[in-house]
T-cell receptor
Framework: SQQGEEDPQALSIQEGENATMNCSYK?????LQWYRQNSGRGLVHLIL?????REKHSGRLRVTLDTSKKSSSLLITASRAADTASYFC????????????FGAGTTVTVRA | DAGVIQSPRHEVTEMGQEVTLRCKPI?????LFWYRQTMMRGLELLIY????????DSGMPEDRFSAKMPNASFSTLKIQPSEPRDSAVYFC???????????FGPGTRLTVL
């Protein structure tokens, strides 16, 4: 069963705007990861945040983690047409747990 | 590195036929994962290996599915006999003990008629 649930299911924004999507999970985790999937392609790892971290940045990406609420958010700033993709959160339960549970994903469309 | 390689990229077969999907993980990675992705069920983990040994196959839907990893650079996922409900995109991914990040292959789109 899926551990993570993304919200919203779909998001449409104008180029240059920010996109925010959320992920909620049910059980305690060791880390949470975000992946991007372009249409017809495999998933690409974006960023990993550990349970003892609250915020992490990578380029135009900002991820937050609130373990008390069992939730994470992914913010994409200054969006571009190339950011059009599906975004998935994935959780790992233990430090030696390499098995990931993926959510259903958020489909982001960036309009030019 | 060429990344994770999967073959074939597309497979169309008839119900009842045997299907074999192939995967070459990234060199040096000691974990290999097989996923299935459908619109209805999303991305499901079928099985994963560590150092060529199957660790968790609880996601394999039924006995018609089997997976092997005879060496560190090759794995197969076999469906015999195939059914229309097996139609999906099958992904292989690999990772190393150093990081939890998984690297995905391009996928095999399977259509069972």
């Amino acid at each position: 069963s899926q551990q993570g649930e993304e919200d919203p299911q779909a998001l449409s924004i104008q180029e240059g705007e920010n996109a925010t999507m959320n992920c909620s999970y049910k059980t305690s985790i060791n880390n949470l990861q975000w992946y991007r999937q372009n249409s017809g392609r495999g998933l690409v790892h974006l960023i990993l945040i550990r349970s003892n971290e609250r915020e992490k940045h990578s380029g135009r990406l900002r991820v937050t983690l609130d373990t008390s609420k069992k939730s994470s958010s992914l913010l994409i700033t200054a969006s571009r047409a190339a950011d059009t993709a599906s975004y998935f959160c994935a959780t790992a339960k233990g430090s030696n747990d390499y098995k990931l549970s993926f959510g259903a994903g958020t489909t982001v469309t960036v309009r030019a | 590195d060429a990344g994770v390689i999967q073959s074939p990229r597309h497979e169309v077969t008839e119900m009842g036929q045997e299907v074999t999907l192939r995967c070459k993980p990234i060199s040096g990675h000691d974990y290999l994962f097989w996923y299935r992705q459908t619109m209805m069920r999303g991305l499901e983990l079928l099985i994963y290996f560590n150092n060529n040994v199957p660790i968790d196959d609880s996601g394999m839907p039924e006995d018609r599915f089997s997976a092997k990893m005879p060496n560190a650079s090759f794995s197969t996922l076999k469906i015999q006999p195939s059914e229309p409900r097996d139609s999906a995109v099958y992904f292989c991914a690999s990772s190393s003990t150093v990081t939890n990040e998984q690297f995905f292959g391009p996928g095999t789109r399977l259509t069972v008629l």
